[in-house]
């Protein structure tokens, strides 16, 4: 009993007590004019930079006083998926954690040494991923509805794999 009151009230908890805010992650659905799920084709100046990640000749890598290193796009199934923000050093790095931040909340900290946040949306997810030694960051976004059903084709092909064992 105690365990399904504590899973019941864990359900209904606001994403706000854990310093999200899923509604602006959602409301924005990705990163500047790149909306999740809009078609490849909708992009201009896209050059392929590595497998299945795409960056923009165009792509402006300020963001306020801060430089990003490298903004790249996957797509799946003709539609926009992952946005990846690559950040060099401190400066850059914390910087636009602070802008995150900012718009979306403190973001969830597993260990509050490791300068790493998660952001979870019903539409929008987030990671930031700093390394301690350079202080380089990575911030992943992705679609939430894609990533399931890239998740559920990647089952349906292992199940039609196994009936052919």
Do not use: C, H
Not at 2 to 29: E, R, T
Not at 107 to 131: H, L, P, T
Request: hydrophobic fraction near 40%; avoid cysteine.
């Amino acid at each position: 009993m105690k365990k399904n009151l504590i899973f019941l009230f864990l359900l209904v908890i606001p994403m706000s007590i854990f310093g999200q805010n899923q509604k602006a992650l959602d409301d924005k659905n990705g990163f500047r004019d790149a909306i999740f799920e809009r078609p490849f084709d909708s992009f201009k100046d896209l050059i392929n930079v590595e497998k299945d990640f795409y960056t923009s000749t165009s792509e402006d890598l300020k963001l306020g006083n801060f430089q990003m290193d490298q903004v790249a796009y996957s797509f799946y199934k003709g539609q926009l998926y992952i946005i990846v923000i690559k950040t060099k050093g401190y400066t850059n790095s914390r910087g636009i954690l602070k802008i995150l931040q900012t718009a979306y909340g403190k973001g969830y900290q597993d260990n509050e040494y490791i300068e790493s946040y998660s952001w979870f949306g019903k539409r929008v997810a987030m990671a930031y991923d700093e390394n301690s030694a350079t202080n380089d960051a990575t911030i992943f976004m992705w679609s939430v509805k894609l990533s399931d059903l890239k998740k559920l084709d990647e089952e349906k092909a292992a199940k039609e794999a196994a009936r052919k064992l």
